[in-house]
């Protein structure tokens, strides 16, 4: 579907075009008439599909196109980390070009002026705040914010924000909103918690479900079917044999991602690392450092990973297998975008087998298994049934893997 036969009006039209915006995505289509309907809605879509456009075009429209006190917080829109809340924020600079809307960005990891334009915006209200469960609450708790005239409540990525531990955060919000109001709610997944969350703050909701996609086929994806303490080695022989440039390794959690930074430095390799104890100034160096090739290596978690949005990316390496298809995926998406190729490297313990064998289930093919090094000694045998009952069980927020079918200048006020 196009956009241009979507219900929407002549301003967010305009921004679309400017935008070079036409086809919709799947979960454009189906979302986008509900909200515009004023259903609440909970969406099962993962990250890549274009679910930002989905709730950001619908909710210009309905601002547009009702009154809104001027004075007041419109809408909230939460996500989970600040790179996700900045990526919003930027849609929402070119969506709503055409309009007279303003916005503000509520995050932390920045300085005391950043801080002051994010309080102003909140008591002068602004008509779309984008923020961080932790940063929003923060500034409630110092300031009496005005939330009566929130109209449009949206959470991008709730899964992610209840795996990190911010249910209670996102509930004392709840509390602070009008009953009469439009509820919004993206996740990657649906175990029960978010069913439960869905179940207590949402009326009645329409359900979208988009089934996760396949990597594209210019992703060599490949494997070391290894022990747990083969896997730095596994590392190093691959940056000693190749002359590799803007990789990006992930890591399971930001203690791991510090050992391997550490380590990684002592072998004199390249490395800068990314996750939620650095300051937003600390990231923005690593990622400069990276996109100007003075980074090889960027070792980082999941969570800070989906503010990473680079196009040359040659090489994924899984350190760990991911805990779900969803995060691999996403993982090895980061490597092969604007029509260019390339590689993703699992290393898979003995532990880690039987799961990464559902990832091969759902991808409905047999991954090649590069053969171990002969300096590095022998592999264990890839058998995981019999790995089975004694890998580490899958993260308790995720459910089961099932096979699948499959800048324009700124009007709004910060």
């Not at 069913?195 to 009326?203: F, H, P, S």
């Not at 996609?213 to 490949?222: F, H, L, Y």
């Not at 559902?358 to 991954?367: C, G, M, T, V």
């Amino acid at each position: 579907m196009r956009f241009d036969e979507l219900p929407l009006c002549d301003a967010v039209q305009e921004g679309l075009q400017a935008m070079n915006f036409k086809e919709a995505t799947p979960v454009q289509e189906q979302t986008i008439p509900v909200i515009l309907a004023k259903r609440d809605v909970i969406a099962c879509a993962q990250t890549g599909t274009g679910k930002t456009a989905a709730f950001i075009l619908p909710l210009l429209h309905n601002l547009q196109n009702e009154p809104h006190a001027e004075d007041k917080v419109n809408a909230i829109i939460m996500a989970p980390t600040r790179e996700l809340a900045q990526q919003i924020d930027q849609q929402m600079e070119g969506f709503s070009y055409f309009t007279s809307f303003s916005s503000v960005a509520v995050y932390g990891g920045n300085d005391s002026q950043a801080w002051d334009v994010q309080r102003r915006g909140l008591s002068k209200g602004a008509d779309v705040v984008i923020a961080t469960p932790g940063r929003l609450i923060s500034h409630i708790n110092l300031y009496d914010i005005d939330f009566s005239g929130v109209k449009y409540f949206i959470l991008d990525e709730a899964d992610r924000m209840l795996d990190m531990g911010f249910f209670e955060d996102i509930m004392q919000v709840v509390k602070r909103l009008p009953q009469e109001r439009q509820t919004i709610m993206f996740s990657a997944t649906m175990p029960p918690k978010i069913r439960m969350l869905a179940k207590t703050i949402l009326n009645n909701p329409a359900e979208v479900r988009i089934a996760v996609s396949r990597p594209p086929e210019s992703i060599m994806q490949t494997a070391y079917i290894c022990y747990e303490a083969q896997k730095t080695a596994i590392v190093r022989h691959l940056f000693q044999d190749q002359n590799l440039n803007k990789v990006i390794l992930f890591a399971g959690s930001k203690i791991k991602v510090k050992e391997l930074n550490k380590t990684f430095k002592q072998m004199g390799l390249s490395v800068g690392e990314m996750h939620s104890d650095l300051e937003q100034s600390q990231r923005d160096h690593v990622m400069h450092e990276f996109r100007n090739n003075r980074i090889n290596i960027l070792v980082a978690t999941d969570i800070v990973s989906r503010g990473i949005d680079i196009d040359d990316i040659t090489l994924i390496i899984n350190f760990d297998v991911p805990h779900d298809v969803e995060d691999y995926v996403h993982r090895i998406g980061r490597t092969a975008r604007a029509k260019a190729e390339g590689m993703a490297i699992t290393l898979v313990s003995e532990d880690e087998q039987y799961k990464f064998s559902l990832i091969e289930q759902f991808l409905e093919k047999s991954i090649y298994k590069i053969p171990m090094p002969a300096e590095l000694g022998d592999a264990p045998e890839y058998e995981p049934e019999k790995h089975r009952f004694g890998h580490k069980k899958f993260n308790s927020g995720k459910g089961k893997f099932r096979r699948q079918k499959q800048g324009n200048p700124r009007k709004t006020t910060k």
